[in-house]
């Protein structure tokens, strides 16, 4: 009996996305995303959110929205907020953390808690 192989399929996904600039500080956005094989790890069902980015001060970002779950989740429908601190040229360093579900930190009917951190992110 040698190693067995495991073998998973990555998750593969269909991402859609626009976005319109109101006015010079702030956006609004509208994703789509669709799972495009069985994998495990993806996505049950589509999803869709929409929301809108508050850019302050040139360097403070606030993000929050409604993101429609793709039916794993219990609650269908999730509230993210997300605070980034922006430095560099063109913006191009990113500072941020957030919630994929605001909600979670107040309710106690919602069965998970997350949230994430992002020491540097670069754009281009």
Known sequence: NGPQENRER???KLILGTSYALHKWVNVYFDFVAPLN???RNLEAPMASMGTSL???GYLEVRSGITINDGRNPQKVNVPLYVSIF???ERAFELGMGSPDFLGFF???RPSFSG???LMRFHF
Do not use: E
């Open 55 to 57: 850019s302050l001060f």
């Open 10 to 12: 990555h998750p593969v």
């Open 87 to 89: 430095t560099g040229k």
């Open 38 to 40: 069985n994998s495990p």
């Open 116 to 118: 994430n951190f992002a």
């Open 107 to 109: 309710k106690s009917d």
